[in-house]
T-cell receptor, first 110, second 116 residues
Framework: GNSVTQMEGPVTLSEEAFLTINCTYTATGYPSLFWYVQYPGEGLQLLLKATKADDKGSNKGFEATYRKETTSFHLEKGSVQVSDSAVYFCALNYGQNFVFGPGTRLSVLP | DAGVIQSPRHEVTEMGQEVTLRCKPISGHNSLFWYRQTMMRGLELLIYFNNNVPIDDSGMPEDRFSAKMPNASFSTLKIQPSEPRDSAVYFC??????????????FGPGTRLTVL
């Protein structure tokens, strides 16, 4: 079946540090891949997406590249801010199957 | 666009009472999803609809839970009778599905349910 694995949190960084949150997936075909972000007290919001191999999704300084050879979609940001503190979810969609990872909590300290 | 609308935002009830959560999806979207989020179990898909028809309800915990989508602009999730272990944040999400493919989901703000 289809599944998503994320690095376990929490992740704690200082402001302006480099961020990587690892995500790998298992799918029977070629899924679309997503990163969602959930700020405290809110619902999930789409952060970025990629629909085919080698696509790079980007938004708000975050980037992730769809790597078919390693079945990965790692989230990166060059310089995090306190306002990036949130829970990040990796997700995939293949056909009628939509799978979310368990989420990784990020705390950014000033 | 108003986004996905959920009501109520907060609900506190006593064990044994009936609880009804409501959702209005984004206009034009043809798929609707109900999720439950807790610290222990994370985000769980309960049920989803396509064109108002339930497609997969395997995530519904037990017969106390039921969901309906009488038309394209409204859905309910009902718990009867409610129990303390149902306390969670319930999210509704909608998306547009074309053919056999679903696009990204748009989430509502959630309903925080507390069952005493």
């Amino acid at each position: 079946g289809n599944s998503v694995t994320q690095m376990e949190g929490p992740v704690t960084l200082s402001e302006e540090a480099f961020l990587t949150i690892n995500c790998t997936y298992t799918a029977t075909g070629y899924p679309s891949l997503f990163w969602y972000v959930q700020y405290p007290g809110e619902g999930l919001q789409l952060l970025l997406k990629a629909t085919k191999a080698d696509d790079k999704g980007s938004n708000k300084g975050f980037e992730a590249t769809y790597r078919k050879e390693t079945t990965s979609f790692h989230l990166e940001k060059g310089s995090v801010q306190v306002s990036d503190s949130a829970v990040y979810f990796c997700a995939l969609n293949y056909g009628q199957n939509f799978v979310f990872g368990p989420g990784t909590r990020l705390s950014v300290l000033p | 666009d108003a986004g996905v609308i959920q009501s109520p935002r907060h609900e506190v009830t006593e064990m044994g009472q009936e609880v009804t959560l409501r959702c209005k999806p984004i206009s034009g979207h043809n798929s609707l999803f109900w999720y439950r989020q807790t610290m222990m179990r994370g985000l769980e898909l309960l049920i989803y609809f396509n064109n108002n028809v339930p497609i997969d309800d395997s995530g519904m915990p037990e017969d106390r839970f039921s969901a309906k989508m009488p038309n394209a602009s409204f859905s309910t999730l009902k718990i009867q009778p409610s129990e303390p272990r149902d306390s969670a944040v319930y999210f509704c999400a909608s998306s547009f599905a074309s053919g056999n493919s679903y696009n990204e989901q748009f989430f509502g703000p959630g309903t925080r349910l507390t069952v005493l």
